[in-house]
């Protein structure tokens, strides 16, 4: 399995090593335009007047100014870009796993080695495991090395920066898993980031949206945007249902997908 893990690494080293310069580069970005926003009371005021909706989009329940560390990294990172940019990383390592290089005329070279199907799927989710948790330590290490150039950490503690990136990681993995499921399943990788993009856009609008319908509250339960946006990793450092909801969801989407990869035939 190491060597099935090491060989997708490999293949796909270039992207990873861009993808972690791109999301340095939007570290510095959003580093960088933090100071003109400081001590803005008018800003602060505006967006204190948004629907309650758009401010739980934003992070910014609770009372949380927008000027704030904890309010300009939430609202302007933290609540859609990050868990976006990773997702969408994360689906496509998810589709390319099996379904891609399916596609691609490759993927029977592979099985034609005395290995399993299972075993091969499990490579497979481990290297982009170990991929988007490369990703995820960049991101937030190169982010918590520079926020305090600008006063970025005041009165936020740099290891709750990594905690909120690690909770946007997990996020996209559960989509992610969505994609590596119905790729394995169907070996159809178009189908598999549509229905995998298609879930994650309509999660994330559910979740503004259920803020003022009544009757959807409860349905944001089985939502992982809810299970990150309501727990504020980065203000209050998260709950269980941010980091382990996840998990345990990824780890059985995951293993579907394995089952019915090791069973389906290979076009």
């Not at 990773?86 to 005329?105: H, K, R």
């Not at 991101?139 to 690690?166: D, H, K, Q, S």
Request: proline residues 4%.
């Amino acid at each position: 399995m190491l060597s099935i893990l090491g060989q997708m690494v490999f293949r796909r080293r270039f992207s990873l090593m861009w993808w972690s310069l791109s999301l340095i580069a939007v570290d510095a970005l959003y580093v960088l335009a933090y100071p003109p926003l400081r001590n803005n009371a008018s800003l602060d005021k505006t967006f204190s007047n948004l629907s309650p909706s758009t401010q739980t989009l934003l992070g910014l329940s609770d009372g949380t100014l927008i000027t704030s560390p904890v309010g300009y990294l939430n609202s302007q990172f933290y609540a859609n870009v990050l868990p976006i940019v990773l997702l969408i990383f994360a689906v496509g390592l998810a589709t390319w796993a099996v379904a891609g290089d399916e596609a691609a005329g490759t993927l029977e070279l592979l099985l034609a080695n005395p290995v399993s199907r299972v075993r091969v799927a499990a490579g497979r989710i481990a290297a982009m495991l170990a991929m988007l948790l490369a990703l995820t330590l960049v991101c937030g290490g190169a982010l918590a090395a520079m926020a305090p150039l600008v006063a970025l950490n005041e009165g936020l503690p740099l290891y709750r920066i990594i905690t909120a990136t690690v909770a946007s990681a997990l996020l996209a993995l559960v989509f992610a898993a969505l994609a590596f499921t119905i790729g394995a399943a169907t070996g159809r990788r178009g189908t598999a980031i549509a229905v995998s993009v298609t879930v994650a856009v309509f999660g994330y609008i559910l979740e503004g949206v259920a803020q003022q319908v009544g009757f959807l509250h409860p349905v944001r339960l089985l939502n992982p945007w809810h299970w990150m946006l309501s727990s504020d990793p980065l203000g209050h450092g998260g709950s269980w249902q941010a980091f382990v909801l996840p998990l345990v969801v990824s780890a059985v989407l995951f293993a579907l997908g394995a089952i019915r990869f090791a069973s389906r035939d290979l076009r």
